[in-house]
């Protein structure tokens, strides 16, 4: 049996919530219009179709659309093998959906990811807490309005609330500078960096003579330094 | 050391002896255990105890933390905590290109890189429809690879087990063989850790000259090391009082948990992905997959050992088979061209340009790929509005819901053997948290 027979079954089984099975690159997907039925079909693709192996819950942000959110679940049965995409969305105001935790106990992880990374409720999940993220954080990190960079929180005894250091910040190499060498990060770093540094370009005798004197962060006035 | 190994275990098996009216002398912990029972000691019966367990412990290789709530010596309630290795990478892959998200994967299971870059590149090929068409050469490669990835995670996993019971030898034994395939892997890749092998429709490099031989004479060291390692273990009382019976997973309940890799064989259910979902040139390869039966600590370790045995059996078929030709597909919308035709020829420099500026252009759709990674199903799900980064791409990591039974699986056990399921759940902190 394939999964498009099996899809179409299923779909036969459960009046009109199930969109036609589509098919690309030879998966198989199909689209609940109802969220609120999602543990009723879930139930019914493991019960009756033998989908006993939940692989994977994902979450999509339709950010500017309506609904927000689309919520993508990945069936496999070890007796058919097959597999099968359900998707079904969800709005923003709402964002909540009933939890699959029943029909299989791997979704309790995966639905507190979704949680804590989207900001969709599952309802009936007995631990809805934030997973990846520490408890307490305010943002929900894989919505698209969330920047790359992060945004600074209030909590205080956060190690790490500033923004990430995308641009500046001593690792990063910064733009102009007459050569390569000028633009290292490590040449902004004070005295033993510029020491190495020296001594690599001291080493570097053709390229010294391609540029002249004025190469490298410069001589460091110090006695007895490593390059006697 | 071996005093403290057995205790946990002598404890129980006391307890279960104490039915028996014929002892003649008690050990402490029987006697203890008789006085709980009579109400002797009732004022002893405190409240129950939380036990913080990582994020930073040697058994919880990396960053897990787990919090126990321990009655006496059993544990009656374990919450594991995860996410202080999370790096957002999912966030990440959505604002680059294809391309440029192949080193991020060799950060997840950053004990097989290889097997991630093959994992990734391959579920991109899905979505540009191509991971068919694939020259054989290159899939070959990729499934050495695959398979060199799988003896290093395994020889880990195995070295670190056996460590975290007790038996320092194997962790030595086994690292001197994964050293040999680090010099693989350098000699292959240009680097040792992070390898970021693969290109969308190809490889970075071809195998460089002398590499076959290197690889053949490392397979034949490397079956010797393993029957080594193997009968340290195997037999090995401490070793197997410590795992047998413990961490025990019906077959029912690992899939319900969606356990996979070698977690979910150990517990008898038959599921590959290379068998049931067959990529690359596994098809046309022998070897077999090898299934506990009673779902314990000791069978998910044994499933590992012939993994690693099945696995260079792999390597020697591929390198016998091993054909010519291109290693990368030869559309240069997806692959670079060489760089002595980008210099020279206008075709070859818009492509080169469009292609690392914008990326690949992908059509729109979704995928979902499934790879059997050492560690379990490692899969990505990309989904695509078209253009060169994709809208969102999830990482079905295995670790991650290979960890999420600890809470169902714990209760009951003692803490002694919180390190002898974790040993033998094999996890990586990179990959469950992303």
């Not at chain 2, 390692?229 to 197997?240: D, H, P, Q």
Request: net charge negative; with cysteine.
């Amino acid at each position: 049996m394939d999964a498009i027979t099996l899809a179409k079954q299923l779909k036969a089984n459960l009046e009109n919530l199930l969109s036609e099975p589509t098919e690309f690159r030879g998966e198989v997907s199909m689209v609940l219009s109802d969220p609120e039925r999602v543990a009723d079909v879930c139930a019914a693709a493991k019960n009756e179709f033998g989908f006993d192996y939940l692989v994977d819950i994902s979450s999509l942000d339709n950010y500017g659309e309506d609904p927000r959110f689309t919520i993508v679940y990945h069936l496999y049965g070890h007796e058919h093998g097959c597999y099968l995409r359900l998707k079904t969305d969800v709005g923003e105001e709402r964002a909540e959906l009933p939890s699959v935790i029943d029909v299989w106990k791997t979704a309790d992880w995966h639905e507190r990811e979704i949680y804590d990374m989207m900001g969709v409720r599952f309802r009936g999940h007995p631990d809805l807490r934030r997973i990846l993220m520490w408890e307490g954080y305010p943002y929900f990190p894989l919505r698209k309005d969330f920047p790359l960079a992060g945004k600074p929180t209030d909590l205080p005894e956060v190690a790490f609330s500033e923004r990430a250091p995308q641009a500046g910040g001593p690792f990063v190499t910064v733009a102009g500078g007459k050569d390569t060498i000028s633009r290292e990060p490590r040449v902004r770093i004070p005295e033993t960096d510029a020491l190495e540094m020296n001594a690599r370009v001291e080493r570097r005798a053709d390229v010294k003579d391609a540029h002249g004197k004025g190469l490298g962060p410069g001589p460091i006035e110090k006695e007895g330094g490593r390059h006697e | 050391m071996g005093k403290g190994l057995g205790r946990g275990r002598s404890r129980r098996k006391a307890a279960a002896m104490s039915n028996s009216t014929d002892m003649l002398v008690l050990d402490p912990a029987t006697r203890t255990s008789e006085a709980l029972a009579s109400g002797e000691l009732a004022d002893l019966h405190g409240e129950k105890m939380i036990l913080n367990m990582g994020p930073s412990h040697p058994s919880t290789h990396g960053v897990l933390r787990i919090i126990l709530e321990l009655d006496g010596e059993i544990i009656t309630r374990a919450i594991p905590d995860v996410g202080y290795l999370h790096r957002g990478d999912e966030k990440i892959a959505e604002n680059m290109t294809y391309t440029q998200f192949i080193p991020y994967t060799d950060r997840l299971d950053y004990l097989a890189p290889l097997a991630n870059n093959v994992a990734y590149a391959l579920a991109v090929e899905k979505l540009l429809g191509i991971d068919k068409q694939l020259p054989p050469r290159c899939q070959f490669i990729r499934v050495i690879c695959c398979e060199l990835a799988r003896i290093s995670a395994h020889l880990l996993g195995l070295g670190s087990f056996a460590m975290d019971v007790g038996a320092m030898t194997v962790f030595l034994h086994t690292f001197t063989e994964r050293e040999k395939i680090y010099n693989l892997c350098e000699s292959l890749t240009g680097a040792r850790f992070t390898t970021s092998y693969t290109r969308i429709g190809g490889l970075s490099r071809d195998l460089p000259e002398g590499w076959v031989e290197q690889c053949r004479k490392f397979l034949n060291e490397v079956v010797v090391n393993i029957d080594e390692s193997e009968t340290f273990l195997t037999r090995n009382r401490i070793f197997v009082d410590r795992t047998q019976g413990v961490g025990v997973i019906s077959k029912e309940l690992a899939i319900d948990y969606g356990l996979t890799g070698p977690n979910l064989r150990g517990s008898g259910a038959d599921y590959d992905l290379r068998k049931k979902q067959p990529y690359l040139v596994y098809e046309q390869l022998e070897f077999e997959v090898p299934v506990g039966s009673k779902g314990d600590s000791y069978d998910r370790y044994l499933c590992r050992m012939e993994e690693m045995r099945q696995s260079v059996r792999i390597i020697h078929q591929c390198l016998d088979k091993l054909p010519g030709g291109p290693v990368n597909v030869a559309d240069k919308k997806i692959v670079l061209p060489p760089k002595h035709e980008v210099m020279t020829k206008m075709e070859e420099l818009i492509h080169h340009f469009i292609n690392v500026t914008q990326g690949i252009n992908a059509p729109a759709g979704e995928v979902y790929f499934g790879h059997e990674n050492p560690k379990g199903e490692l899969g990505f799900y990309i989904n695509s509005k078209g253009g060169g980064t994709p809208y969102r791409l999830k990482i079905r990591s295995p670790s991650f819901v290979n960890l999420s039974i600890l809470s169902k699986l714990l209760p009951g056990h003692m803490v002694s053997d919180v390190v002898s399921i974790l040993g033998s759940f094999d996890f990586v902190m990179g990959e469950c948290d992303r």
